[in-house]
C-alpha cells in the first residue's frame, strides 16, 4: 500500500485495515431490482399522468437538456428555498456512482455535491480505495435542491427528483451504485430499513449492482462507525474488481 493512501487510512481511522474473505462476495444475497415509476404514492389519477408523462420526458433527456430541465425545476416546494440546484458532478462515463442525500448550505452556495466536510471525508474514502473525484466517480444526491435546515427530503421531493436521478444514471451507465446513508439507500431500494441491515449485502438499481454505506456525515459524528465504512468500501472495491 502506498504512502499517501497509508496516511489518509490513518486519518480517517481506519487502520489496521479489514480485508474481505474470499467467500464473501458469494455469500452475500442479492436483492431486487427497483423499479421506480410503478412506485406512485397516492394522488389524483390526474396528477399521477401528468407525473408519468413529465417522467417519460425526462427518461428521454441527454445531458444538456437534462442539466437545463434540472436547473428550472420546479417540481417541488424546494425550488423556492435553494440558491441554485445541485446537479452533479464527475465522468459521465464512470465506472462508480456515488450517491447521496442532498445538497446542504456549501452544495446550495457553490453547485457541487459534497464540497463541505462530509465532501471532504468522502474525498478522503475514495482516495483509500484508489479512487479521486472526477475520475471515474461520478457523484451525485437523491434531491437536486437543498431542504431547508438540512432536513431530510420528504417523500414526494425525493420522488418529483427521481426520474433526474434515473436518467444520471442510464446516461453514465455506473458498474456499481455506491448509496451514502440512510435517506439514499431507502429511496433507491424501496425499503424501509436500516443502514446496518442493507449495508454488507450487494443490492441492485434497474440491473446494477449497490451498495449501502454510512453517509460522510454520519462518520464525523460517530467514530465507531469507521471500521464498518472501511469494509463497505472494501466489499464495493472487491465487488467492482469481480465486475471488470
Ligand atoms: N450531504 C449529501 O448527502 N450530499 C451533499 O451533496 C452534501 C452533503
Redo the contacts with the bound molecule.
Sequence with gaps: MNTKRKQVLKELGLTPLWRIKSDYLANHAVTQTHSYIKNQHKKPPSAIKTDEARYADILKMDWDKLINSVTNCKACPLNQTRTQT?FGIGDQHANWMYI?????AR?DATGE??V?Q??KLLDNMLTAIGLKRDDQVYIT?IVKCRPPNNRNPALDEARQCEPYLARQIALVKPKLIVA??KVAAQNLLKRDESISNLRGRLHEFSGIPLVVTY?P?YLLRTLSAKSKVWEDLCFARATMQSLT
Design positions: 445541485v447521496g442525500e442532498g445538497p446542504g452544495e455535491p459534497f463541505g462530509a465532501g444526491n451514502l446513508g453517509h456525515a
